[in-house]
């Protein structure tokens, strides 16, 4: 009994004082997986604190699983029910506006995922922001259409609503399947080589979706007619949300080999090119009117309008 | 059978302090109160003339507009919620909305369906992400309160269709532009007041962003209405 007293005695000094550290949130725990970790561990226990400091004397052990669950995502509720889905939306206003702010200015030193997202990914600011600009996109290009058109007494206004349904299209496949790929294709790496930093799934959707909202106000500068306005917008637009993306993912790929590591990262910033020049190519096209034959019926008096053959062509000069 | 009443008081005699009030009479008439015709009327109205079902459907749906016209704080939109109003709102603006020139089929406005989708399914896809978000409005309730909140827009549409019988282009714009803004920052700021005290204090401007997402859209649409020639 007192040999058992004793083991107990200190088994429960070596594990009261490791909780202990961790418990009161003073410490830094660090981790072995990423050096992100070290940061927002303390973070979390911090808030689970004020709830298992009246438990820590009583059960030391318990005081560990619940930090261990409160840190990390609840994985109880099956997929099927509400509250599984309700954890991706556990943000609030200031965060999100937070990750936006960060996801307009990169700098070369902080990683987006691990200083914003610090795993509490949530699906809110991917879905609104595509929504945004799949809206503002439509409803742009129809603005920047008939400016061009402006003045011009042939044309007749239409709104053209198939645009919309196009527009999105493109940026939630864009938003959504292209994470998917890149996530397969990382996990597949790591497979291969261990890397010492890996995302999950929901973090790339994150981290895509918040680099697109550097593209609403570049959008929303296209209107103007003017092609070097566009052209400026679109390029600084492009470094910013492109540079996101690299930042983020560099650390991810340069444990690999230094050929694969490249490919990938040229596939990332290739399809991000591509979706914003295909944006602009479709939905705001430069117009070339062509005067095909102009009738001088009017000193005749015959009634015949003026035929214009009006060409959209979707010039990037 | 004194002796049995006996015992059994003997063995009861911890219940003593509930109050029985002596025998309880197992024999006899068992009394059920008769239902009265009144009550039986509140509850089943089944036997009432249509005229009167009809009324009464259409008097809580002209109350909600009421409360939709001068937002207050009150709880009777959410409360008795019904879809009736959102769904006649919702016909009548994808009716008049629908638009564009037949020949070439490209180039054309919304069609019926398409607003219809729009409403209906924009408005399922906000409620749920005030669900997500922690709300504690219930699904129909939302879509009702949303519903409703599209009528100063049905009116802005109306009033723009009558403006365009005088010119697409100049005064008639600017008037247009004035109307259909003044009705979309009405239908915004009154789902807000009945929306937003469901949720937690953090979150509001969360959940009240995709709702002023979702009228501008309709009010873009609104706008940009052009009768096909």
Known sequence: MAANSDFLLTFQEFDSSESHLGGNGDATTISIEDTGAGSHKPQKQRRSAPVTSFEEDNDPLANDDKTELLSGQKRSAPFWTFEYYQRFFDVETHQVRERILGSLLPWPGKNFVHLYIRNNPDLYGPFWICATLVFVIAICGNISDFLVYLGNPQYKYVPEFRKVTIAATAIYSYAWLVPLALWGLLVWRNSKVMNRVSYSFLEIVCVYGYSLAVYIPAVVLWIIPNEAVRWFSIVVALCLSGSILVLTFWPAVRDDQPRVAIAIMTAIVALHILLAFGCKAYFFSTLEVKHTAVDAAVDHGTKSSPTMKMHRTNTMS | ?229
């Open chain 2, 1 to 229: 059978m004194v002796e049995v009443e006996e015992t059994s008081k003997f063995m009861f005699a911890g219940l003593s302090d509930v109050s029985i009030s002596g025998d309880i009479a197992v024999e006899g008439e068992i009394n059920v109160p008769v239902g009265t015709p009144s009550q039986d009327k509140k509850y089943s109205t089944l036997d009432e003339p249509v005229k009167d079902t009809i009324l009464r459907d259409l008097k809580a749906v002209g109350k909600k507009f009421v409360h939709v016209m001068y937002p207050k704080k009150s709880s009777a939109l959410l409360r008795d919620w019904d879809l009736w109003g959102p769904l006649l709102l919702c016909v009548t603006l994808a009716l008049m909305l629908q638009g564009g020139s037949v020949d070439s089929k490209e180039d054309r406005g919304p069609q019926f369906a398409e607003v219809f989708v729009i409403i209906w399914f924009g408005s399922v896809i906000i409620t749920l992400n005030s669900k997500l978000l922690g709300g504690t409005i219930s699904f129909f309730q939302s879509l009702c309160v949303l519903g409703y909140c599209i009528m100063p827009l049905t009116v802005a549409m109306v009033v723009c269709r009558l403006v365009l019988l005088g010119g697409s282009w100049g005064f008639s714009f600017i008037v247009r532009l004035i109307v259909v803004t003044a009705s979309f920052s009405w239908s915004t700021f009154a789902s807000t007041a009945f929306l937003a005290d469901c949720q937690p204090p953090n979150r509001k401007a969360l959940v009240v962003y995709p709702v002023f997402l979702f009228y501008f859209v309709i009010g873009w649409m609104i706008l940009t209405f052009s009768p096909s020639a």
